[in-house]
């Protein structure tokens, strides 16, 4: 039976008439139903194009897996395992850019990547529920595809669990560069270009300190911040946005169902056409940018971002939006291993946990959900929630109690995240009710107890909430004369996607009020 259906085989014979030269697949097959797969998976790509060929004597020890190469010269990206799912889009595009099709990349990133010299070999390890890992091995499968120097081997976790444990890896994406850990979560491929470049950042610092002063600059390359930008540029004014990373705490989110007119999407799509209308204005986005310091406007009316890498950026106006974060529970053996056992998406890395305990933080609609989610997953679920009953919306709560593999505890405190030194072994939490304190032995633990709003770098330079969110009037001034700000890093209510994106366009509406004003 055919892996892919009709519409998929049909959109991907469009697709491959873009190649520009034959490419070659080569497979390495062992005898399990994932190789059976993998066979069916080649074969039916090499017969929607005249310039795909297949092979089936590769010798990877990862079996099932498979090369990519253009015909002729040695295969330079690789997957082990069968990339569906999340995925799939990855395997179209390492197809297309092996095979001469240009990448969209920014043409001096792409240049770059070019001049790295190697040898480079990346290996990334993924799970197919990951929304974060395509942009990882998307990004490193343009530069194995551009740069002779340079391999990639992308690894679905789940499917080679022995090779998961030997290397300690419990959270994905996780990017290994010639055998030694090299990045851990999401990246694009200018923060993966920047890790390799070090001149990099000297040279985006440098073109950031010559840009003329903005009408309206953007802090923020989230919901808000996009509306913003988009709102700004349609009045025909100077707009900037800066972000440290373009899509914010979206890009983390998976399924969508509350977007009014979409009935579903997930936050990588959104986020990339939320990018691409942007791209559609005069908007200057200068991404991988993080601010330090905001310096309020002076004899000349301008205020002052500086930046991490030392450059400044002046404007009339300034939009802050610079979203929230996981909050984290801010007990012993928390930081020291995250990633090791202590995570905060799910959908990311409740894979690594199959067969095994784990306990989710947080009584909310997030905790329950990611609660019911790894139960289909791993052996057990615990959920500790500190108040006294859970928070999430009662369907949800009638579902998570339906589950044979789940067990409750309300008002308990986490006190403590415990492990051997390299990995989690348990938590302690306080019965709230008695006083005792209790020992859950387990192997995971997702954090899933609310939002941080970004706004440590503002030292004070406006009126904040003791929680740190920026204080806003009706028209989202701040306290600060030509500052405004939007979304989750303000005091407004209910911190959703489309809440957002309203603010950020009223806050572009009342900057432009306020330059026409002044």
């Given at each position: 039976m055919p892996l892919l259906?009709?519409?998929?085989?049909?959109?991907?014979k469009a697709y491959l008439g873009n190649l520009r030269h034959p490419i070659e697949l080569v497979a390495s097959l062992g005898d399990d139903a994932k190789s059976v797969d993998t066979r069916s998976l080649v074969e039916e790509i090499a017969a929607l194009s005249d310039k795909v060929s297949a092979r089936f004597d590769g010798s990877d020890a990862r079996r099932p897996s498979f090369a990519v190469g253009k015909a002729g010269e040695p295969a330079r990206v690789h997957f082990a395992g069968l990339p569906l799912g999340h995925e799939f889009t990855s395997l179209i595009l390492a197809l297309l850019h092996v095979g001469g099709h240009p990448p969209k990349e920014e043409a001096d990133l792409l240049e770059t990547v070019r001049g790295l010299e190697g040898p480079l070999h990346f290996e990334t390890f993924f799970s197919l529920t990951c929304q974060n890992c395509p942009d990882v091995v998307q990004a490193l499968n343009?530069?194995?595809?551009?740069?002779?120097?340079?391999?990639?081997?992308?690894?679905?976790?789940?499917?080679?669990?022995?090779?998961?444990?030997?290397r300690k890896i419990m959270a994905v994406p996780q990017v290994f560069l010639n055998g030694e850990p090299f990045g851990q979560g999401r990246m694009d491929l200018a923060q993966i270009v920047a890790k390799i470049d070090t001149g990099a950042v000297a040279r985006a610092a440098?073109?950031?300190?010559?840009?003329?002063?903005?009408?309206?600059?953007?802090?923020?390359?989230?919901?808000?911040?996009?509306?913003?930008?988009?709102?700004?540029?349609?009045?025909?004014?100077?707009?900037?946005?800066?972000?440290?990373?373009?899509?914010?705490?979206?890009?983390?989110?998976?399924?969508?169902?509350?977007?009014?007119?979409?009935?579903?999407?997930?936050g990588p799509r959104l986020v990339a056409q939320l990018e691409q209308h942007v791209k559609d204005y005069a908007v200057d986005v200068m991404n991988l940018q993080k601010a330090v310091a905001l310096k309020p406007a002076n004899g000349d009316g301008l205020a002052t971002v500086e930046l991490e890498s030392g450059a400044a950026l002046r404007a009339k106006t300034v939009i802050l939006s610079t979203g929230a974060r996981w909050r984290q529970m801010g007990v012993p053996g928390e930081d020291e291993y995250r990633n090791k056992g202590v995570a905060y998406c799910p959908h990311c890395d409740g894979p690594l946990y199959k067969g095994k305990r784990t306990a989710v933080?947080?009584?909310?609609?997030?905790?329950?959900?990611?609660?019911?989610?790894?139960?289909?997953?791993v052996a057990h679920v615990t959920l500790i929630e500190f108040d006294s009953q859970l928070r999430a919306d009662a369907v949800l709560q009638t579902k998570l109690r339906s589950l044979p593999n789940v067990t409750i505890i309300t008002s308990a405190l986490t006190t403590e995240v415990i492990g051997d030194g390299e990995k989690v072994t348990g938590l302690v939490y306080r019965d709230r009710t008695t006083d005792e304190v209790r020992t859950v032995e387990l192997e995971g633990i997702f954090v899933q107890i609310?939002?941080?709003?970004?706004?440590?770098?503002?030292?004070?330079?406006?009126?904040?909430?003791?929680?740190?969110?920026?204080?806003?009037?009706?028209?989202?001034?701040?306290?600060?004369?030509?500052?405004?700000?939007?979304?989750?890093?303000?005091?407004?209510p209910f911190k959703q996607i489309v809440i957002a994106m309203g603010e950020g366009s009223k806050a572009a509406l009342s900057a432009f009020d306020y330059l026409i004003r002044h």
């Open positions: 259906d009709a519409a998929t085989t049909a959109q991907l343009i530069m194995a595809a551009l740069n002779p120097a340079i391999t990639h081997v992308a690894i679905d976790g789940a499917l080679f669990q022995n090779e998961v444990e030997r440098e073109k950031i300190a010559a840009k003329e002063p903005f009408d309206v600059l953007v802090v923020g390359g989230g919901p808000a911040g996009a509306a913003a930008a988009i709102y700004a540029a349609r009045k025909g004014i100077r707009t900037g946005v800066v972000t440290e990373r373009f899509g914010g705490q979206v890009l983390d989110t998976m399924g969508i169902e509350n977007f009014i007119s979409v009935p579903h999407t997930e933080i947080g009584g909310g609609n997030s905790g329950v959900e990611a609660a019911i989610d790894l139960a289909g997953i609310g939002l941080v709003p970004n706004t440590e770098w503002l030292n004070g330079a406006l009126a904040m909430t003791n929680r740190g969110e920026i204080e806003i009037d009706s028209h989202l001034a701040t306290s600060l004369p030509g500052v405004f700000a939007a979304g989750d890093v303000t005091t407004v």
